[in-house]
């Protein structure tokens, strides 16, 4: 079946340091999602990224579509204590579900 | 405007007991997921409802899990008999539209469920 699979697994970056994750897929993915979910709390959506070779930014925050729709990622520059969390891709599986990545859990360490 | 709003936010129970998870998705909303999350497994689609009609159970683990949605804006997820492998946090969510994988999802607060 469809996967979806994320690294690194963890990430601990001094503050100020640069963050990146990767997303890869075992198919080809009509769009691709992240999301956000800080410890204790729930997955909220970030962005989605829909065309081949597609860039998108949010401040400091990266997001990066593959030219085969088969990979993402995801960069942070210049870490904060308040990119803490644990940051998901997500994308449709053959019955048009979401089915979420492992997951990267950051640490920032101040 | 209120979010995803799932109840109770945590419960502990005895194994075979019944547990029955709630939840109301944003107004207007057609679609309704639920998730379980776990360390082993993590985020784990459960169920799908499309206009309050259930569109995909694949991912429900066995019978003891059972899910409805009597109405728009309730939905209920029943584990029974509780088993100690389902302590999990069960997320709700919606969306606008059909929920054909290209919606944003918006999650509720989750339950985390713990039995003993």
């Known amino acids: 079946g469809q996967q979806v699979m994320q690294i690194p697994q963890y990430q601990h970056v001094q503050e100020g340091e640069d963050f990146t994750t990767y997303c890869n897929s075992s198919?080809?993915?009509?769009?691709i999602q992240w999301y956000k979910q800080r410890p204790g709390g729930h997955p909220v959506f970030l962005i989605q990224l829909v065309k081949s070779g597609e860039v998108k930014k949010q401040k400091r925050l990266t997001f990066q579509f593959g030219e085969a729709k088969k990979n993402s990622s995801l960069h942070i520059t210049a870490t904060q204590t308040t990119d803490v969390g644990t940051y998901f891709c997500a994308g449709p599986s053959t019955g048009n579900q979401f089915y979420f990545g492992t997951g990267t859990s950051l640490t920032v360490i101040p | 405007d209120a979010g995803v709003i799932q109840s109770p936010r945590h419960e502990v129970t005895e194994m075979g007991q019944e547990v029955t998870l709630r939840c109301k998705p944003i107004s207007g909303h057609n679609s309704l997921f639920w998730y379980r999350q776990t360390m082993m497994r993590g985020l784990e689609l459960l169920i799908y409802f499309n206009n309050n009609v259930p569109i995909d159970d694949s991912g429900m683990p066995e019978d003891r899990f059972s899910a409805k949605m009597p109405n728009a804006s309730f939905s209920t997820l029943k584990i029974q008999p509780s088993e100690p492998r389902d302590s999990a946090v069960y997320f709700c969510?919606?969306?606008?539209?059909?929920?054909?994988?290209?919606?944003?999802?918006?999650f509720g607060s989750g339950t985390q469920l713990s039995v003993l």
């Open positions: 969510a919606s969306s606008p539209g059909q929920g054909g994988g290209n919606e944003k999802l918006f």
């Open positions: 198919t080809t993915l009509s769009n």
